[in-house]
């Protein structure tokens, strides 16, 4: 088993042992985040061609969903330049920056400027709603990718997103 499988197998009995604390979804975030924070992968996680991205859009690969409908893990590459609409989310979501730097500004739910911040290779954060109103960009010339663990099946409910904001 190469490296990258067996941190993806530990990263997903990780989750479902912070997810078996049963407890509310802030904290969920916070004890997967942790989780995360002790099996964060390299980008190696995704294979050469799926590091590469695409010119038009971020895109996602499905690394996991729980068949239970538990939790999804994501790899997301973001080509320089490319951007989130603001939004919000249907669950409790963790980012774990891989490579690159995302910068993220986050809203209050008046959609007024909070706070900004780059978030280098090794960040991990963790959110829930009603405190999840953000976008990220990569503003860095290079490819940026990240791990993204969702509260949900995304492959079920079809986007991590629950609003977006004009």
Same mark, same amino acid.
């Given at each position: ?5 067996? /941190?993806?197998t ?7 042992l ?7 979804w802030?904290?969920?975030?916070e ?5 995360l ?5 390299g980008?190696?996680i ?5 590091r ?5 859009r ?7 969903a729980?068949?239970?409908?538990a939790?999804?893990?994501l790899?997301?590459v973001w080509?320089?330049?490319?951007? /989130? ?5 249907i ?29 280098p ?12 109103i953000?976008r990220?960009?990569?503003?860095g010339?290079? /490819? ?6 969702y ?16």
């Amino acid at each position: 088993m190469t490296r990258s499988l067996a /941190t993806l197998t530990d990263l997903v009995a990780a989750v479902r042992l912070a997810i078996d604390v049963r407890t509310g979804w802030t904290d969920t975030s916070e004890l997967v985040a942790d989780q995360l924070r002790a099996h964060l992968p390299g980008p190696e996680i995704l294979t050469p061609d799926q590091r590469l991205g695409r010119p038009d859009r971020v895109v996602g690969h499905l690394l996991h969903a729980e068949p239970d409908g538990a939790f999804s893990i994501l790899g997301l590459v973001w080509r320089p330049g490319q951007t /989130t609409r603001i939004h919000d989310h249907i669950t409790w979501c963790v980012v774990g920056v891989l490579s690159g730097i995302e910068h993220e500004e986050l809203f209050d739910g008046a959609l007024n400027p909070v706070s900004t911040r780059d978030n280098p290779p090794g960040e991990v954060s963790g959110f829930a709603p009603p405190g999840d109103i953000h976008r990220i960009r990569n503003v860095g010339d290079e /490819t940026a990718i990240s791990l993204h663990i969702y509260g949900t099946d995304i492959t079920r409910v079809g986007s991590s997103a629950r609003r977006y904001y004009d």
